[in-house]
């Protein structure tokens, strides 16, 4: 079974440009999480979909962040514009069923961006 | 908001000796997740607890959730070098997790 994937691995790009990073669950899995770890300091919750509705984007931190995920499948999580705060690791994860409490947390590579 | 936090920070142990990271969260927990990170990688799923006083063992690892269902230990017996890496806690808020800001352990061979 393929594990959460994540493109692209790295990122490097200008203040005031635009990144669209992408997540591909685990098939099969209605919860998709969108994390973020910035200089190695706690994985901050950015949002949470079950399947292609989002339930919780309390975490995202304004209007330059926008997530997206088409018919419930993988998912897009787009700065615009990118700030110098944005740096950092991006991780994906998925997790089986809609019961609480939810279950184990499948995380993805992660993608590094870095904007100078 | 909810605030998990784990102490220490930072743990430098020689290989042989034990281990302990501490969770606390300033609201009670309905349960909890640990993961571990190694260096380079991503987030692995360890365990979950859900009652109450649980305690749950994986080989060298025990893993303790409160009675009071506010705090948990991991405890690593006889670490080795493979144990290095960060561990987090990751507290129920709500249907979604708050990680704490991980211990990191390095182990001395």
């Known amino acids: 079974e393929a594990g959460v994937t994540q493109f692209p691995s790295h990122s490097v790009i200008e203040k005031g440009q635009t990144v669209t990073l992408r997540c591909d669950p685990i098939?099969?899995?209605?919860?998709l999480y969108w994390y973020r770890r910035v200089m190695g300091k706690e994985i901050k919750f950015l949002l949470h979909f079950v399947k292609e509705s989002k339930q919780d984007e309390s975490g995202m931190p304004n209007n330059r962040f926008l997530a997206e995920r088409t018919g419930g499948t993988y998912s897009t999580l787009k700065v615009q514009p990118a700030e110098l705060e944005d740096s950092g690791v991006y991780f994906c994860a998925s997790s089986q069923g809609l019961a609480a409490p939810r279950g184990e947390q499948y995380f993805g590579p992660g993608t590094r961006l870095t904007v100078t | 908001g909810q605030q998990v936090m784990q102490i220490p920070q930072y743990q430098h142990v020689q290989e042989g000796e034990d281990f302990t990271t501490y969770c606390n969260s300033s609201t009670t927990l309905s349960n909890i997740q640990w993961y571990k990170q190694r260096p380079g990688g991503h987030p692995v799923f360890l365990i979950q607890l859900v009652k109450s006083g649980e305690v749950k063992k994986q080989k060298r690892l025990t893993f303790q959730f409160g009675e009071a269902k506010k705090n948990s230990s991991l405890h690593i017996t006889a670490t080795q070098t493979t144990d290095v890496g960060t561990y987090f806690c990751?507290?129920?808020?709500?249907?979604?997790?708050?990680f704490g800001p991980g211990t990191r352990l390095s182990v001395l061979p």
């Open positions: 990751a507290g129920a808020r709500g249907q979604n997790f708050v």
């Open positions: 098939s099969g899995h209605d919860n």
